[in-house]
Nanobody, 119 residues
Framework: EVQLQASGGGLVQPGESLRLSCAASGFTFSTYDMRWFRQAPGKGREWVADINTSGESTRYIEAVKGRFTISRDNAKNTVYLQMNSLKPDDTAVYYC????????????WGQGTLVTVSS
């Protein structure tokens, strides 16, 4: 059974940091690109960041560049999203997903973890 278990969300104040984790099982993690998406209240889901299979290549949505860092540990089957200098606009449910290299869409999705940035 494929599982993507996201964790690490919570309530923080503007300017603080959080690190999200997503533990994968049930598929060959190291052969998939990994991605983070988010869905803010009342809005559609948007792509946030992705990382290739080796971890050498990363991409980010413009709104989080310089503040968020995606990384992965293939030995632990886990992808991370380090989020610094959080803003209220970052409030959303964050989802991790796995996409086979070259595919247009993610194949596997996690259940999401809520990040709330508020003073």
């Amino acid at each position: 059974e494929v599982q993507l278990q996201a964790s690490g969300g919570g309530l923080v104040q503007p300017g603080e940091s959080l690190r999200l984790s997503c533990a994968a099982s049930g598929f060959t993690f190291s052969t998939y690109d990994m991605r983070w998406f988010r869905q803010a209240p009342g809005k559609g889901r948007e792509w946030v960041a992705d990382i290739n299979t080796s971890g050498e290549s990363t991409r980010y949505i413009e709104a989080v560049k310089g503040r968020f860092t995606i990384s992965r540990d293939n030995a632990k089957n886990t992808v991370y999203l380090q989020m610094n200098s959080l803003k209220p606009d970052d409030t959303a449910v964050y989802y991790c997903s796995a996409r086979f290299p070259g595919a247009l869409k993610s194949l596997y999705w996690g259940q999401g973890t809520l990040v709330t940035v508020s003073s």
